[in-house]
């Protein structure tokens, strides 16, 4: 039996393909290349493939047999789903109904699916609990909430088994720097500081200097991406015991400002560079932080990676002696 990874030539999807391989499991990772990297896939086998394409996706499992999938392909750019939302909704929620309609009709009803804290919107309150109300507020988070929803229907109705694991920030590397974040564009926080410690970009800038929190800047939880690995091996074993399905957030339960993230950077490169304020960015609440007790509790997941000066450590690492 094998393991498919839709979309894990990507940067969270090719750290749980090395993680399955290290744990044993043969896996089948199937990517388009529009935003993965096939040199990102060293482990298993690689399939070029769409998941708009139901030939594409019958191939695979008319020629293995899978017994669960990780489903992390999707795009992922908020300030394009607005955008492009038509591009958002066909590829995130239409293509994942192919993927669930073929996996019906060759048995496979096991998914851990790649879900966000943008399902949430503004945060009633912090740190944010699994039934806290979702209202997104762009059309990124809206396509995974329609997601969910999905699977819970198709739970009651075919007997799918599900994982959401609502990630907060992803970041950080592999500590043994052989595969590691590279978007293009990159529009995230930590590879951007990272750019500009290393001269590869003028400054950095600060989206806002006005938030109500204690800096001014906005706060986030970021989780190292093993530890996000490591809670989709715990969710698989979660479906092997039998249980139907559920949600967990995946965070740290620790909020760490944009100024504090320039510092840890400053910190962890000793190097200086220019950090320059600027207007705040559309669509950005001041604080997301997780809960992580669920994922804890249920899953038994025991994140390793918590510290901001770890997590921006390997980042630099991979920035530095790798990347794609
Ligand atoms: N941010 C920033 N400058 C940048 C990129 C991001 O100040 O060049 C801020 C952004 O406004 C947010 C935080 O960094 O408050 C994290 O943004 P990122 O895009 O990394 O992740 P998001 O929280 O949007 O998923």
Known sequence: MAILVCGGAGYIGSHINMQL??????????DNLVCGHREAVKWGKFIKGDLSN????????????IDAVFHLAAYAYVGESVGEPEKYYYNNVVNTLNLLKVMG??????????S???VYGEPEYVPIT?????NPINPYGMTKLMVERIFRDYQKAYGLQFVVLRYFNAAGADPAGKIGESHNPETHIIPLVLDAASGKRADIK??????????GSCIRDYVHVMDLADAHLKALHYLEEGNKGDFFNLGNTAGTSVLEIVEAVKRVTAREFIVTPAARRPGDPAKLVGSNEKAVRVLGWAPKYGDIDTIVGHAWKWHENAGY
């Open 105 to 114: 009709q060759h048995g496979c009803n096991r998914i851990i699916f790649s």
């Open 54 to 65: 139901f030939a594409d996706i019958e191939k695979v499992f008319s020629e293995y047999r």
């Open 21 to 30: 391989n290290r744990a044993g499991y043969e896996t089948i990772v199937f």
């Open 130 to 134: 699994e039934d806290m109300p979702q």
């Open 116 to 118: 966000t804290c943008a």
């Open 206 to 215: 600060i989206f806002g200097n006005d938030y109500e929190t204690p800096d």
